[in-house]
């Protein structure tokens, strides 16, 4: 009856699953994220059945029900193995899951059933009368969930876990997906130009409860080596690579510690070591052509590079890049870093076609574009040879008013180009009214009124000077 079907859906809102956590498809890929849970679940046997909620999920956001039930049932059986004293506390999530997929399958009785289920649990583990609560496992698996979905959802997931640490503040578990969230939070930070709470006390924490987490520990690592400790941070994680040298997870990290270090042939080693263990790791192949790209700059600042060497670094750089974007087409850094790659195998049509459909894309974030717009104006100075381009696609960047790595190096590049027009003698009216445009843009209004009066003086007629000028001195 359509009653039961609309209070139906207002009890399965109360609960606490992957279907009311807001976690959308479109930020991610869901097949490259499958595949990244599916290996987790290899790896990583303890903490498998929150793992096959989340997969569960994915199944249904894939339109396969019937999958998403059987991964449930695993989830179930894996409580019942491993945590047999605290079913109900350990399945709230999992049957939650249950009810909304009997729920969209248009199987009401069993989706009431499972509803039921979480109620009379969690009456039965709450101290509140009405029954109302969430618990800290609960906080931290959403947290967890959030943090897979991409840094749209980092925040959050960072609330997540603050909440699970009020109950349990030294669950070793809850401190490592916290740490884990500060450090992703921070790295993404760094990218949009902006400073964040430092994660590396959460990673010492996470650290001394779990010394067995060599994830974590590779976490710590890496923040270390940030803050120039490289010694103290090489100490980590030679200690975790006697602990797990078989663990992909720590593996990459591991490898990218080697490889900002300098030891390129070293990560590469370890990179190939956890390919093998995980083949389609988007993430393993994007670092080993971010090794094969470092190979070949190496190689470009001798005096006589071997032309072919330099080629089949190139070459294999290229392949592994494309492995990547083909797998992940959300991951707009790798499809840069291929498009780049062909420039630098001289290969220009592709590179224009793969930097053509980045700037056509309408769904990245201002950083992301502010580092294409970066990348597109190095590739028509370097490679096109087009200086008046590249300037376009400089203050392209710049026009986002918004801080960020990539909108310094925007700032940097086109300053240096025009020192470099004006060395050569290049004292025409564009080249005060770029000057005065860039001041403009980076606020500073005297500059800019300055470089546009000597445009005019040099382009008496330009009307596009002339209203710049009227408006910069109106705004003071």
């Not at 290899?42 to 894939?62: A, M, P, Q, V």
């Not at 109900?88 to 009401?108: C, F, K, P, Q």
């Not at 790659?341 to 459909?357: C, N």
């Not at 400089?394 to 300053?415: H, P």
């Amino acid at each position: 009856s359509t009653i039961s079907k609309d209070s139906l859906k207002t009890s399965l809102l109360q609960l606490q699953c992957h279907f009311t956590w807001t976690l959308l498809k479109q930020d991610v890929d869901l097949d490259s994220l499958e595949e990244t849970i599916v290996d987790h679940i290899k790896f990583f046997i303890e903490s498998n059945f929150t793992y096959y909620n989340l997969l569960s999920y994915i199944h249904h956001l894939k339109n396969s029900n019937e999958k998403a039930l059987r991964n449930l049932q695993k989830a179930e059986e894996i409580v019942k193995k491993c945590h047999p004293d605290e079913i109900d506390r350990r399945s709230l999530v999992t049957w939650g899951n249950y009810a909304w997929i009997y729920y969209h399958m248009e199987r009401y009785e069993e989706a009431q059933t499972y509803v039921s289920k979480v109620e009379n649990s969690c009456k039965k583990l709450s101290s509140t009368p009405d029954g109302k609560m969430q618990l800290p496992e609960v906080y931290a698996e959403q947290g967890w969930a959030l943090l897979s979905f991409g840094e749209k959802y980092f925040e959050r997931a960072k609330n997540c876990f603050e909440n699970a640490l009020k109950d349990e503040p030294n669950n070793p578990d809850f401190n490592a997906g916290y740490a884990t969230t500060l450090y992703r939070l921070e790295d993404f930070a760094f990218r949009c130009g902006e400073d964040t709470s430092p994660s590396i006390e959460a990673l010492k924490q996470a650290v001394e409860l779990n010394p067995e987490d060599t994830c974590v520990t590779a976490l710590l690592a890496l923040k270390l080596q940030d803050l120039k400790r490289v010694y103290e941070g090489e100490r980590y994680i030679e200690e975790a690579m006697q602990k797990t040298p078989d663990l992909p997870y720590f593996l990459r990290y591991a490898a990218k510690f080697y490889r900002r270090k300098g030891e390129l042939c070293k990560a590469l080693t370890i990179l190939e070591k956890a390919l093998a263990l995980t083949p389609n790791s988007g993430f393993l192949h994007h670092q080993i052509g971010i090794c094969y790209r470092g190979k070949v700059f190496k190689w470009k600042k001798t005096r006589d590079p071997p032309q072919d060497e330099v080629e089949r670094l190139i070459d294999l750089a290229i392949s592994h890049f494309k492995f990547v974007a083909d797998q992940k087409p959300k991951f707009a850094a790798a499809h840069t870093d291929l498009a780049n790659m062909y420039a630098l195998g001289e290969r220009y049509e592709e590179a224009e076609k793969k930097f053509q459909e980045l700037l056509q894309r309408n769904n990245l974030a201002c950083y992301q574009k502010q580092e294409l717009y970066f990348n597109y104006g190095n590739f028509q100075r370097f490679h096109m040879k087009s200086e008046l381009k590249a300037i376009e696609y400089y203050i392209e960047g710049l026009k986002i008013k918004k801080e960020s790595f990539g909108r310094n190096k925007c700032s940097e590049a086109v300053q240096s180009l025009l020192r470099q027009k004006f060395e050569r003698g290049s004292r025409d009216a564009t080249y005060f009214g770029t000057l005065g445009l860039i001041h403009k843009l980076d606020g500073q209004k005297q500059k800019a009124i300055e470089c546009y009066k000597k445009a005019i003086a040099l382009d008496h007629n330009n009307e596009e000077y002339q209203n710049a000028l009227c408006e910069l001195q109106l705004s003071i």
